[in-house]
Nanobody
Framework: QVQLQESGPGLVKPSQTLSLTCIVSGGSITTDNYYWTWIRQPPGKGLEWIGYIAYTGSTIYSPSLKSRTSISRDTSKNQLTLQLTSMTPEDTAVYYC???????????WGQGTQVTVSS
């Protein structure tokens, strides 16, 4: 059973960088043909795709966030990281990590972690 667990700060100040970790257990993040995705949901809004890191290590980001986003992995720890720079209040959201075989098909979700951007 694959499980994902997000962790990181619940509060970030404007202009700071958000760093979140997703710990994956029960399956390898290097599993062939699998993609590990970060998604967020601002209050009162729908899900917004941030980007993913593929089993190969390749990354793809949302065009609207690409300049501020970095997704990486630590294969020895079997975990993912998300870094989002220059945070603003509009980045306030619940952040999720998810895994799936592609095509917006997510087999596994973390529970989500609330991130609030405020001074």
């Amino acid at each position: 059973q694959v499980q994902l667990q997000e962790s990181g700060p619940g509060l970030v100040k404007p202009s700071q960088t958000l760093s979140l970790t997703c710990i994956v257990s029960g399956g390898s993040i290097t599993t062939d043909n699998y993609y590990w995705t970060w998604i967020r949901q601002p209050p009162g809004k729908g899900l917004e795709w941030i980007g993913y890191i593929a089993y190969t290590g390749s990354t793809i980001y949302s065009p609207s966030l690409k300049s501020r986003t970095s997704i990486s992995r630590d294969t020895s720890k079997n975990q993912l990281t998300l870094q989002l720079t220059s945070m603003t209040p509009e980045d306030t959201a619940v952040y999720y990590c998810a895994g799936g075989a592609g095509g917006n098909e997510y087999d596994y979700w973390g529970q989500g972690t609330q991130v609030t951007v405020s001074s």
